[in-house]
């Protein structure tokens, strides 16, 4: 994937100065979902105007892990499961800087899931984005804990035996200051909800039903990469001022679209700070080109 | 003052103004005391979900630019080894202190041991170089947390303070320097433009200046084998390549790297070596000998990782004997025999943990082995 050459000719994209260009073409299937969640990101940080030396990208292991590495920002492709914890030191070092984490459903919740439901319990100041695809893409297609109860993975050949959960109800049972769930299909109110999470203190959290055609779309026999997002589109229903738990995530049925949670609650460090005020004469002053001498 | 509480004093003495981490006996005092002096210096304290995190989170606040650090104990250690293996991959700075326990497993969590020396060294899969180093008081506590910063920003890798229960929990006396008389090492920065920084294009002596996130360079960082520019290389040269960077970083500077405390080495015909609490066991057990007459010196490993491979060979060959002393069934004894070359008989006296070791125990080793037996 190194090996890529430039491609001559090819005008300037209006996202270039976002993208480590000479690192394309990326290594996403045709018909992957994630780049629609990437471009709708990277538009959603272009609308803030802020400044991409204050942004930071973290993100796990799997498909969606690797938009760290196109991002032309501070980027940092970490540990399966554990994006969380690491943007949660970055943030707490330079709270200044705006952290992004990128996560697909297994990184996020499966091995990820106690740093999720405690980064959020926390409310630490970050945006994540969930792109949930419904299984292990990068390895396979395997089941994930988002894979639908019967669907067919590698490793669920007969049907999966087990429940998924409803990623958008836990997070906001676990405090989340904002929740929005969009199907990749609903580019426009994706693009806005990111916006929103972006601007959102706390812990913000948008998540994509997205298609995988190559591994989830085919065992299931969901036909082309179009169809499938036709087919969660065609499933979903807008209802913003439902009550999350009953925001159902059934793709035979329904999949209840739009924003939950959008609420204030002070962040881990407002508290931090709230207590230990009296003596924190030199607070924010930690970094050490701050600190005289030392 | 308590080992656990001088290692908190000596990390912020450094400059360590982030500290995650998650109770464990008998590593907690660690955490306690963070959480109570980090507010008054402006810093963070926070308590994570499990070690795991602990680990990660040091990391992101190295990378934020702000010296970080956690401490732990064996099963916490256990937990933190994939994101020690991020931060050898990443080249992050930042300290772990383990004040280690009897393993395995739960084992005896408020009885010493020295049983997580060679998972200090291959805990984490792949093929790296560490550095370790082992303090015997409050006082070194202090000391070699300050040294562990300063060797992790310098080579830019985690580094590890391999203590023990006995060392953390004694309260002896810690003196504190002066702020001035503190060596303190900061990470090198790119002094290149954005447009000419590799991330990972060494220096001379095979350290990369290293940019933080928000200094403008808009790095990239991952645990996939990567080339210069941070980007990743999917291929066995690109892997070569860079593993024998973060190898050679280590292995070409390993006499500026290695410390040890000779002590009675001249005439000596058996020599200890040993490092944490037993090497003060066997400093005892030692000085015995000489009081009975018994030609016995004694090597106290500062530095355990990187192991003085060359010290014992040059050595080996002028004794009759030579004898490691830790409380595990069997570790740094290993690399003792393999430095020595067959050039002298090797023996251990150790435990399997829960007690530190009697220095008559070292005395009666030291005294059979003078005799020619092992």
Same mark, same amino acid.
């Given at each position: 994937?190194?090996?890529?050459?430039?491609?001559?000719?090819?005008?300037?994209?209006?996202?270039?100065?976002?993208?480590?260009?000479?690192?394309?073409?990326?290594?996403?299937?045709?018909?992957?979902?994630?780049?629609?969640?990437?471009?709708?990101?990277?538009?959603?940080?272009?609308?803030?105007?802020?400044?991409?030396?204050?942004?930071?990208?973290?993100?796990?292991?799997?498909?969606?892990?690797?938009?760290?590495?196109?991002?032309?920002?501070?980027?940092?492709?970490?540990?399966?499961?554990?994006?969380?914890?690491?943007?949660?030191?970055?943030?707490?070092?330079?709270?200044?800087?705006?952290?992004?984490?990128?996560?697909?459903?297994?990184?996020?919740?499966?091995?990820?899931?106690?740093?999720?439901?405690?980064?959020?319990?926390?409310?630490?100041?970050?945006?994540?984005?969930?792109?949930?695809?419904?299984?292990?893409?990068?390895?396979?297609?395997?089941?994930?804990?988002?894979?639908?109860?019967?669907?067919?993975?590698?490793?669920?050949?007969?049907?999966?035996?087990?429940?998924?959960?409803?990623?958008?109800?836990?997070?906001?049972?676990?405090?989340?200051?904002?929740?929005?769930?969009?199907?990749?299909?609903?580019?426009?109110?994706?693009?806005?909800?990111?916006?929103?999470?972006?601007?959102?203190?706390?812990?913000?959290?948008?998540?994509?039903?997205?298609?995988?055609?190559?591994?989830?779309?085919?065992?299931?026999?969901?036909?082309?990469?179009?169809?499938?997002?036709?087919?969660?589109?065609?499933?979903?229903?807008?209802?913003?001022?439902?009550?999350?738990?009953?925001?159902?995530?059934?793709?035979?049925?329904?999949?209840?679209?739009?924003?939950?949670?959008?609420?204030?609650?002070?962040?881990?460090?407002?508290?931090?700070?709230?207590?230990?005020?009296?003596?924190?004469?030199?607070?924010?002053?930690?970094?050490?080109?701050?600190?005289?001498?030392? | 003052?308590? %080992?656990?509480?001088? &290692?908190? !004093?000596?990390?912020?003495? /450094?400059?360590?103004?982030?500290? @995650? $981490?998650?109770?464990?006996?008998?590593?907690?005092?660690?955490?306690?005391?963070?959480?109570?002096?980090?507010?008054?210096?402006?810093?963070?304290?926070?308590?994570?979900?499990?070690?795991?995190?602990?680990?990660?989170?040091?990391?992101?606040?190295?990378?934020?630019?702000?010296?970080?650090?956690?401490?732990?104990?064996?099963?916490?250690?256990?937990?933190?080894?994939?994101?020690? %293996?991020?931060?050898? &991959?990443? !080249?992050?700075?930042?300290? /772990?202190?383990?004040?280690?326990? @009897? $393993?395995?497993?739960?084992?005896?969590?408020?009885?010493?041991?020295?049983?997580?020396?060679?998972?200090?060294?291959?805990?984490?899969?792949?093929?790296?170089?560490?550095?370790?180093?082992?303090?015997?008081?409050?006082?070194?506590?202090?000391?070699?947390?300050?040294?562990?910063?300063?060797?992790?920003?310098?080579?830019?890798?985690?580094?590890?303070?391999?203590?023990?229960?006995?060392?953390?929990?004694?309260?002896?006396?810690?003196?504190?320097?002066?702020?001035?008389?503190?060596?303190?090492?900061?990470?090198?920065?790119?002094?290149?433009?954005?447009?000419?920084?590799?991330?990972?294009?060494?220096?001379?002596?095979?350290?990369?200046?290293?940019?933080?996130?928000?200094?403008?360079?808009?790095?990239?960082?991952?645990?996939?084998?990567?080339?210069?520019?941070?980007?990743?290389?999917?291929?066995?040269?690109?892997?070569?390549?860079?593993?024998?960077?973060?190898?050679?970083?280590?292995?070409?500077?390993?006499?500026?790297?290695?410390?040890?405390?000779?002590?009675?080495?001249?005439?000596?015909?058996?020599?200890?070596?040993?490092?944490?609490?037993?090497?003060?066991?066997?400093?005892?057990?030692?000085?015995?000998?000489?009081?009975?007459?018994?030609?016995?010196?004694?090597?106290?490993?500062?530095?355990?990782?990187?192991?003085?491979?060359?010290?014992?060979?040059?050595?080996?060959?002028?004794?009759?004997?030579?004898?490691?002393?830790?409380?595990?069934?069997?570790?740094?004894?290993?690399?003792?025999?393999?430095?020595?070359?067959?050039?002298?008989?090797?023996?251990?006296?150790?435990?399997?943990?829960?007690?530190?070791?009697?220095?008559?125990?070292?005395?009666?080793?030291?005294?059979?082995?003078?005799?020619?037996?092992?």
């Amino acid at each position: 994937m190194t090996t890529s050459k430039p491609v001559k000719n090819v005008p300037p994209h209006p996202m270039d100065s976002l993208l480590r260009t000479e690192r394309i073409p990326h290594i996403w299937c045709p018909g992957c979902g994630i780049g629609t969640v990437f471009s709708a990101v990277i538009a959603a940080i272009k609308n803030t105007g802020w400044d991409p030396n204050s942004i930071a990208m973290v993100s796990g292991i799997g498909c969606t892990g690797r938009m760290a590495g196109y991002i032309k920002l501070d980027s940092f492709h970490t540990t399966h499961g554990r994006a969380l914890p690491f943007a949660t030191g970055l943030k707490l070092a330079r709270p200044q800087t705006k952290v992004i984490v990128v996560s697909g459903d297994g990184d996020l919740f499966a091995i990820g899931g106690n740093h999720f439901i405690h980064a959020a319990r926390r409310n630490m100041d970050l945006t994540v984005i969930c792109v949930n695809n419904l299984n292990y893409g990068m390895t396979g297609g395997q089941q994930a804990p988002s894979t639908p109860l019967g669907a067919k993975t590698t490793t669920s050949v007969s049907g999966s035996p087990e429940e998924p959960f409803n990623f958008s109800y836990l997070a906001s049972a676990c405090g989340a200051t904002y929740v929005a769930r969009w199907t990749a299909m609903q580019v426009r109110s994706l693009r806005s909800s990111i916006s929103e999470a972006l601007e959102k203190r706390g812990f913000s959290f948008v998540e994509v039903i997205t298609p995988c055609p190559s591994s989830f779309g085919r065992r299931n026999r969901m036909g082309s990469a179009l169809e499938m997002l036709k087919f969660y589109h065609g499933r979903s229903v807008i209802r913003g001022d439902i009550d999350p738990k009953d925001a159902s995530m059934d793709i035979d049925k329904e999949i209840v679209v739009g924003k939950f949670v959008d609420i204030e609650r002070s962040t881990f460090l407002d508290h931090y700070e709230k207590f230990n005020r009296p003596q924190m004469p030199q607070w924010r002053s930690m970094h050490p080109d701050n600190q005289k001498g030392r | 003052m308590n %080992g656990d509480e001088a &290692c908190c !004093e000596g990390a912020l003495a /450094v400059g360590c103004r982030f500290f @995650a $981490g998650y109770p464990i006996t008998p590593a907690t005092e660690v955490a306690e005391a963070m959480s109570r002096r980090l507010p008054q210096l402006g810093g963070i304290y926070i308590q994570m979900e499990d070690e795991i995190a602990s680990m990660a989170a040091i990391l992101g606040a190295s990378w934020g630019g702000v010296k970080s650090m956690t401490s732990t104990s064996g099963p916490g250690f256990s937990l933190m080894m994939e994101n020690i %293996g991020l931060g050898i &991959c990443t !080249e992050t700075p930042c300290v /772990v202190c383990n004040v280690q326990r @009897a $393993g395995p497993s739960t084992g005896l969590p408020t009885a010493a041991g020295q049983g997580d020396m060679m998972q200090a060294r291959w805990g984490s899969h792949g093929h790296y170089e560490i550095i370790a180093l082992s303090p015997s008081s409050p006082q070194e506590m202090f000391d070699m947390t300050i040294r562990a910063f300063n060797l992790s920003e310098y080579y830019r890798l985690p580094v590890l303070v391999m203590a023990d229960e006995v060392v953390g929990h004694m309260n002896e006396r810690v003196i504190i320097p002066r702020e001035e008389d503190i060596e303190i090492i900061n990470r090198r920065k790119p002094t290149v433009s954005r447009e000419d920084y590799l991330p990972y294009e060494a220096d001379a002596d095979g350290i990369a200046p290293m940019a933080n996130c928000g200094d403008g360079y808009r790095i990239h960082v991952t645990g996939l084998t990567h080339d210069e520019r941070g980007y990743p290389a999917m291929n066995a040269k690109a892997h070569e390549q860079m593993v024998t960077r973060l190898v050679g970083k280590i292995r070409n500077n390993r006499d500026k790297i290695i410390s040890t405390k000779n002590f009675y080495l001249d005439d000596a015909e058996v020599v200890v070596v040993s490092y944490g609490i037993s090497a003060r066991s066997s400093m005892k057990a030692v000085r015995d000998a000489r009081n009975e007459g018994i030609k016995a010196g004694l090597i106290k490993l500062e530095t355990v990782w990187p192991f003085p491979e060359e010290l014992i060979r040059s050595l080996a060959p002028q004794v009759k004997a030579l004898i490691m002393v830790e409380i595990n069934g069997g570790q740094m004894v290993l690399e003792l025999e393999r430095s020595a070359r067959g050039a002298c008989p090797v023996s251990l006296v150790g435990n399997y943990g829960g007690a530190i070791l009697h220095p008559n125990l070292i005395l009666g080793a030291i005294s059979k082995a003078v005799k020619g037996k092992t």
